[in-house]
């Protein structure tokens, strides 16, 4: 049997155990712990998840077409975030919560932060933190789109969707998988690349009056070719007007005027002396309108000083339907032959009363049919895109 001076020796001690374990362990327990330790004990759980990412830690000049993917093994996400000074990249966690994938697209020069927790299934948790850089574009190496009509505009039933590159594209269909044409109500259309720095969309036949167009290019960062991306992801809105088609008949010398099917009007006109100056015929669109326009025919390649030559400084009500030179406009000088013979350098002329009505109530994407010669109206000769039947049309589409 222990002596009393025994048990009090063993209580003192004990309770010395006990005052220093109460004052030391508690303050070490206050301390912050470090990222994905807990605060359980003062040996933190180790958690079994472990995490990867696609794109290594500390990469530079990552290319911006790539994807970002986490991968989680012995555990399950609970959040990833990937994050740059413009913005947050978009992305989708997998059902089972074993993955994370971008769906949103990489800026150039961007320093980015990865960030992704996991836990395992004892409930210990694991973070994931990186950091990686894009490589930086030139403007050489990104392609601008531009639209017309521009936004908020209202045209005319033959207008089609144009959409114009700063640096051409070489990877039409890369490209074109990003651009969505959608109309109310909707209509059946189809895309045609004009060249690497213009793509049209047109309707099979003319647009319904009182369309609401929507052009949405989410090109950004997408590849274009040859090392270039889509620059800025844009978004168009317009309108279709009502409904006017003109038709001229080069042998009668007659335009009809048609509004909403209904004939309006019927002007006496005079068009391209044949055979030096003929008219094209076909289906032609007003490209521009000028209420006053310097006509100079050294811009189709005729000498001012040579017998056809001409230089008008003020001619009226003018608007354009070709690249080439081809306007409707006022032709005071030829009404002696308006309605009787052709007699133009390959305009459409009238007089100064029915060309002001034509240019008041005219607007841009209005259609005029030209019949009567053999010489075509071509696709890329202003807006002939109607010119083309449309199975073949659309044949020129990327996709």
Same mark, same amino acid.
């Given at each position: 049997?222990?002596?009393?001076?025994?048990?009090?020796?063993? =209580?003192?001690?004990?309770?010395?155990?006990?005052?220093?374990?109460?004052?030391?362990?508690?303050?070490?327990?206050?301390?912050?712990?470090?990222?994905?330790?807990?605060? #359980? #004990?003062?040996?933190?759980?180790?958690?079994?998840?472990?995490?990867?990412?696609?794109?290594?830690?500390? %990469?530079?000049?990552?290319?911006?077409?790539?994807?970002?993917?986490? $991968?989680?093994?012995?555990?399950?996400?609970?959040?990833?975030?990937?994050?740059?000074?413009?913005?947050?990249?978009?992305?989708?966690?997998? %059902?089972?919560? @074993? #993955?994370?994938?971008?769906?949103?697209?990489?800026?150039?020069?961007? @320093?980015?932060?990865?960030?992704?927790?996991?836990?395992?299934?004892?409930?210990?948790?694991?973070?994931?933190?990186?950091?990686?850089?894009?490589?930086?574009?030139? @403007?050489?190496?990104?392609?601008?789109?531009?639209?017309?009509?521009?936004?908020?505009?209202?045209? *005319?039933?033959?207008?089609?969707?144009?959409?114009?590159?700063?640096?051409?594209?070489?990877?039409?269909?890369?490209?074109?998988?990003?651009?969505?044409?959608?109309?109310?109500?909707?209509?059946? *259309? %189809?895309?045609?690349?004009? =060249?690497?720095?213009?793509?049209?969309?047109?309707?099979?036949? /003319?647009?319904?009056?009182?369309?609401?167009?929507?052009?949405?290019?989410?090109?950004?960062?997408?590849?274009?070719? $040859?090392?270039?991306?889509?620059?800025?992801?844009?978004?168009?809105?317009?309108?279709?007007?009502?409904?006017?088609?003109?038709?001229?008949?080069? +042998?009668?010398?007659?335009?009809?005027?048609?509004?909403?099917?209904?004939?309006?009007?019927?002007?006496?006109?005079?068009? *391209?002396?044949?055979?030096?100056?003929?008219?094209?015929?076909?289906?032609?669109?007003?490209?521009?309108?000028?209420?006053?326009?310097?006509?100079?025919?050294?811009?189709?390649?005729?000498?001012?000083?040579?017998?056809?030559?001409?230089?008008?400084?003020?001619?009226?009500?003018?608007?354009?339907?070709? /690249?080439?030179?081809?306007?409707?406009?006022?032709?005071?000088?030829?009404?002696?032959?308006? *309605?009787?013979? $052709?007699? =133009?350098?390959?305009?459409?002329?009238?007089?100064?009363? $029915?060309?002001?009505?034509? /240019?008041?109530? #005219?607007?841009?994407?209005?259609?005029?049919?030209?019949?009567?010669?053999?010489?075509?109206?071509?696709?890329? +000769?202003?807006?002939?895109?109607?010119?083309?039947?449309?199975?073949? /049309?659309?044949?020129?589409?990327?996709?």
């Amino acid at each position: 049997m222990r002596s009393r001076r025994t048990w009090a020796a063993v =209580s003192v001690a004990l309770l010395m155990a006990t005052t220093a374990a109460c004052g030391g362990a508690s303050k070490k327990a206050e301390d912050d712990p470090k990222p994905g330790a807990t605060n #359980s #004990s003062s040996a933190a759980p180790v958690s079994d998840a472990a995490i990867t990412s696609s794109i290594a830690a500390g %990469a530079r000049n990552v290319k911006i077409n790539r994807s970002v993917r986490l $991968n989680v093994t012995d555990g399950t996400f609970d959040s990833v975030t990937v994050k740059s000074k413009s913005g947050s990249v978009q992305g989708s966690l997998s %059902a089972d919560k @074993l #993955s994370w994938q971008s769906t949103g697209r990489l800026q150039p020069g961007e @320093l980015y932060r990865v960030n992704g927790i996991a836990t395992d299934e004892r409930g210990e948790q694991t973070t994931y933190k990186s950091r990686f850089r894009t490589e930086a574009l030139t @403007l050489e190496k990104q392609t601008f789109p531009s639209f017309f009509p521009t936004s908020g505009s209202t045209v *005319g039933v033959g207008l089609p969707v144009i959409i114009r590159f700063d640096v051409p594209v070489t990877d039409h269909e890369s490209i074109q998988k990003h651009i969505k044409v959608t109309s109310v109500p909707a209509q059946v *259309g %189809a895309f045609h690349w004009i =060249s690497d720095t213009e793509v049209h969309w047109r309707p099979k036949k /003319y647009w319904k009056a009182g369309t609401k167009v929507t052009v949405d290019a989410d090109i950004d960062s997408v590849p274009a070719g $040859n090392g270039v991306f889509g620059q800025k992801s844009r978004v168009n809105k317009f309108t279709i007007g009502r409904s006017m088609v003109s038709k001229v008949n080069m +042998n009668t010398h007659q335009m009809k005027v048609f509004k909403n099917g209904k004939l309006i009007r019927t002007i006496p006109i005079t068009t *391209g002396e044949q055979p030096k100056f003929t008219t094209r015929s076909g289906i032609k669109v007003i490209v521009e309108k000028f209420r006053h326009k310097r006509m100079n025919s050294e811009t189709v390649g005729i000498p001012v000083d040579s017998a056809d030559g001409y230089d008008l400084d003020d001619v009226e009500y003018a608007m354009r339907l070709t /690249y080439s030179g081809e306007f409707v406009h006022a032709a005071p000088w030829s009404v002696g032959s308006q *309605g009787r013979a $052709n007699v =133009s350098h390959g305009c459409t002329g009238m007089s100064t009363a $029915n060309a002001g009505w034509l /240019y008041d109530n #005219s607007i841009v994407g209005d259609v005029i049919e030209y019949t009567g010669t053999s010489k075509q109206m071509t696709l890329s +000769n202003g807006f002939g895109d109607w010119n083309v039947p449309f199975a073949e /049309y659309a044949q020129n589409s990327a996709l």
